[in-house]
């Protein structure tokens, strides 16, 4: 395995790894406000939003997480 292929899937395994303690802490805001009224899908966005700055604030590996996020949105493949 060549030190290009090895640098990716490392970065991929942090953007998991990454993801599934965001998504969890979206998870966690979600049940920590309960049922208020509002559809739970109409502040899943929010909760993903507020999980993901949290988590990001708190991470080393943030910056890396960033750049794997912008590199595999569509518009940086325009």
């Known amino acids: 395995m060549d030190i290009d292929t090895r640098r990716q ?3 991929a395994l942090i953007t998991e ?3 599934r303690k965001i ?3 979206a998870q966690h805001l979600h049940d920590q406000r309960g049922q208020d009224g509002a559809q ?3 502040l899943a966005l929010q909760d ?3 999980a993901e700055s949290r ?3 708190n991470s080393i590996l943030a910056p890396l997480y960033r750049k794997s996020r912008d590199t595999s949105s569509p518009e940086s493949e325009a």
């Open 9 to 11: 899937k490392q970065q």
């Open 17 to 19: 790894l990454i993801e």
């Open 23 to 25: 998504r969890l802490h």
């Open 40 to 42: 739970p899908e109409d």
């Open 48 to 50: 993903w939003v507020e």
């Open 55 to 57: 988590v990001l604030e």
